[in-house]
């Protein structure tokens, strides 16, 4: 049986790779991507490289510099970076294109980077609940110490307008330029979901102004003073570019589905023991999907492509993956592997539609139909012909997606768990899946390596000290972060001689008691040796009454005044779209009431943080 079990768990280590680049197998304990594949993939001949960041030729002929600052988290301010650079070269520019993240490293030494640039255009996106990108947060947070920037400026912003703090990063950054000496050049541009009317317009604010500046000309191919710029290698598992393969050791049900309205969510499990970085309550796990197999053959049959032709691996594959046999050489994969592991088949680019000759609602409005791209290539006029190269142009980057931690390092060091909720819905007339929630869910099998990384989240940490209460609302997979808090809560307040642990309140909220209260087992054992005051809504357990998480917060509207009476914080996590400006109109309420500090007084000073999301 034993042997039987470890002949089952090496044919799963294989599948995940099976169409990959053709390399040799690993040793069975190295864990990041440059160790696991040995071998040298196939290659291609590269038609350019990657490593110059000044796009016009450098042909000694004189041109206006332009710094383009890009700051990403996903990689549409970096594609726009270059979309605007090879804009700026048509122009006669000569723009130098800088990712926030290789700044990070900058020191006081650094503050007169910007001394010699004449015009910087940046270009940044708003993650989460309006905090800066992760690559480019240490960046930001220096930026207001920088001296001697008198030049020109202008922020394109974007961001999601369903998020309360709507490209928050982006009017943050355009405060900051000015305010170190910094002229803007044009409005800043802010964009929803890459709408490409906001792109265009600033485009043209920013080519029209460009013009009628006294600017000079050099024939330098960098417009920065720096000393200090970054370009080692991020450490393992620390981020998308050098993600860390895990094993997974568990998956199990979190929930009883008796109907087609109940959630499917399950707690997987991953081996972290070799992974040199750790996790904090708060953080969220990044995961590395792979596309569903049939997906991927729908798109290959609608575009009448093989799945076995070579292509060339993207550059924002992680590091391994794009491993070459020389600098001059790129790494190449099937076609079958870059659509599988590389390429977003759900949401396409507008590019799209205008190949295969469909028209948005109106040309060059912002789309947001429910078509996949396999659909649209359905769609296309039988004369159409895509090579494989021009099939992937249209396609975006499959983004990495993240999952709340549900474990504290101290309770399970070499473990790290999430909670995830299986996606399935109808749109365009076909059922849909969400990509990484139905491979986690439904795919994913024991011994399975999947690549992880861990994203740090400074915004959602809980107080230093137990002895500071606090009060957590969490409902559904909501409950993952605070599951993490009070395993290291609880563990901390075990190893003191004489704790003194403070108030922790708990308001989750699901369905049914029998259907999809989540780890309950764990949340009861802890609210019966009174270690946690656990507070449960049942939205659906009776038939003529809802009952929600803000419902309970009224009902004790008295204790959690004297929570924050007693500086105590409190953390909000879930549905952003609905529960969360709910729950924060209560507790404003609440807080009103009592002639307490109000929330927004409480968020500047860290009591209140929220971590949530559109589903």
């Known amino acids: 049986m034993i042997l039987l079990g470890l002949c089952a768990a090496f044919l799963a280590f294989l599948l995940y790779w099976l169409r990959a680049p053709a390399k040799k ?8 991507f440059s160790a696991f594949i040995k071998a040298k993939p196939a290659v291609a001949t590269k038609e350019t490289t990657n490593a110059p960041t000044t796009l016009a030729a450098h042909d000694g002929k004189p041109r206006v510099p ?11 301010s970096k594609e726009n970076a270059a979309l605007l650079a090879d804009k700026l070269v048509a122009l006669d520019y000569r723009p130098q294109v800088v990712d926030m993240a290789q700044l990070a490293a900058i020191s006081p030494s650094d503050s007169h980077v910007f001394e010699d640039v004449q015009v910087m255009l940046v270009l940044c996106s708003t993650h989460g609940d309006g905090v800066p990108p992760a690559p480019a947060r240490a960046f930001i947070e220096k930026l207001p110490h920088v001296e001697s920037f008198s030049g020109y ?65 050099t024939t330098s191919s960098t417009c920065m003073k720096v000393t200090s710029v970054s370009h080692t290698q991020p450490p393992l598992g620390s981020c998308k570019e050098n993600p860390f393969l895990a094993r997974v050791t568990a998956v199990r049900a979190l929930t009883n589905t008796l109907s087609p309205e109940d959630r499917d969510t399950h707690h997987v499990e991953f081996d972290v023991a070799r992974m040199p970085l750790r996790h904090e309550p708060g953080d969220a796990l990044g995961v590395l999907p792979t596309n569903n197999s049939i997906e991927v053959q729908r798109v290959l049959t609608a575009a009448r492509l093989n799945g076995d032709a070579l292509v060339k691996v993207p550059d924002w594959a992680p590091i391994g993956d794009q491993d070459a046999a020389t600098p001059a050489q790129q790494a190449t994969c099937t076609l079958i592997t870059a659509l599988s592991r590389y390429y977003d088949l759900r949401q396409p680019r507008l590019a799209l539609y205008t190949t295969v000759g469909i028209r948005t609602a109106a040309q060059g409005e912002h789309q947001s139909d429910d078509r996949h791209v396999a659909d649209l290539l359905a769609l296309a006029r039988p004369s159409l012909t895509l090579t494989p190269e021009a099939l992937l142009a249209l396609l975006r980057p499959l983004t990495p997606r993240l999952y709340s931690i549900s474990s504290a390092a101290l309770v399970a060091e070499n473990t790290v768990s999430i909670a995830v909720a299986s996606v399935r819905y109808v749109a365009g007339g076909r059922a849909r899946e969400g990509v990484a929630s139905t491979q986690l869910c439904e795919r994913t099998q024991l011994g399975d390596v999947i690549p992880i990384f861990i994203q740090a989240n400074p915004d959602f940490r809980m107080p230093a000290s137990i002895s500071t209460p606090i009060i957590m609302v969490g409902p ?10 009070l395993q290291d809560r609880f563990s901390r307040a075990r190893t003191l001689p004489y704790p003194v642990l403070a108030t922790t309140m708990l308001f989750f909220g699901c369905r049914h008691r029998d259907r999809d209260f989540l780890y309950q087992a764990e949340l009861e054992a802890w609210a019966a040796d009174g270690l946690l005051d656990l507070h449960v809504a049942f939205s ?42 709910q729950v924060e109109a209560v507790l404003s309420s609440i807080l009103s009431e009592a002639q307490m500090p109000c929330i927004d007084e409480l968020r500047a000073t860290r009591r209140y943080q929220r971590d949530v999301w559109f589903g």
């Open 476 to 485: 559904g997979t909501g409950l993952a972060p605070f599951r993490a808090f």
């Open 540 to 581: 659906r357990q009776q038939p003529d009454r809802k009952d929600y998480v803000q419902d309970h917060l009224k009902k004790h509207a008295v204790e959690v005044s004297n929570v924050v009476r007693a500086g105590g914080h409190i953390y909000v996590c879930g549905d952003a779209n609905n529960m969360a400006p």
């Open 153 to 217: 400026f202008s922020v394109l912003a974007f961001g999601d307008k369903a998020y309360l703090r709507y490209c928050q990063c982006g009017r943050e950054l355009d405060a900051i330029l000015e305010r170190i000496g910094g002229k803007r050049l044009a409005p800043r541009g802010e964009v929803d979901r890459e709408d490409p009317r906001a792109i265009a317009a600033w485009h043209t604010a920013v080519f029209t102004a460009l013009p009628t500046l006294e600017l000079q000309k």
């Open 25 to 32: 197998q690993p040793d069975a304990l190295s864990n990041d």
């Open 66 to 76: 332009i710094l383009v600052l890009f700051g990403s988290e996903y990689g549409c």
